[in-house]
């Protein structure tokens, strides 16, 4: 959820992909939970990190610019300064639940493969 919130107030300025991610990422966990889901929401989250990380790296370095000429740009330097913030929350957060995603579906698929091997 704190992906959800983060991309609320990045794409204030930034047209933002991981509000839709988060909820096709939801709605696919809680149809079925089985180890292709498991790892179509993995993938898709790398390539969502990924993407975030090269806007990061380019907007970053343009926005962060002081372009002192012009008075336009100066006045969206906070508004900036927060889209970029968020961002890289949102990163640590996609990060953070890859990690979490991981190891749930690793402890949950190896203790369902260890009960249908007793059986």
């Not at 300025?13 to 180890?35: G, K, P, V």
């Not at 969502?48 to 000429?69: E, H, K, M, P, Q």
Request: glycine fraction near 0%; hydrophobic fraction near 50%.
């Amino acid at each position: 959820m704190m992906i959800i919130y983060c991309s609320l107030f990045s794409c204030l300025a930034r047209t933002d992909f991981n509000f839709a991610f988060t909820f096709a990422s939801y709605y696919l966990w809680y149809q079925r939970s089985d180890e292709i889901n498991t790892t179509l929401i993995m993938i898709l989250n790398v390539v969502t990190c990924v993407f975030d990380l090269i806007w990061i790296i380019t907007v970053s370095y343009i926005w962060s610019s002081n372009n002192n000429a012009n008075p336009d740009w100066r006045a969206l330097n906070g508004i900036h300064t927060f889209v970029i913030l968020t961002s890289v929350l949102t990163l640590i957060f996609k990060v953070l639940f890859f990690i979490n995603i991981y190891r749930l579906s690793y402890w949950f698929f190896f203790q369902h493969s260890r009960k249908s091997k007793r059986h």
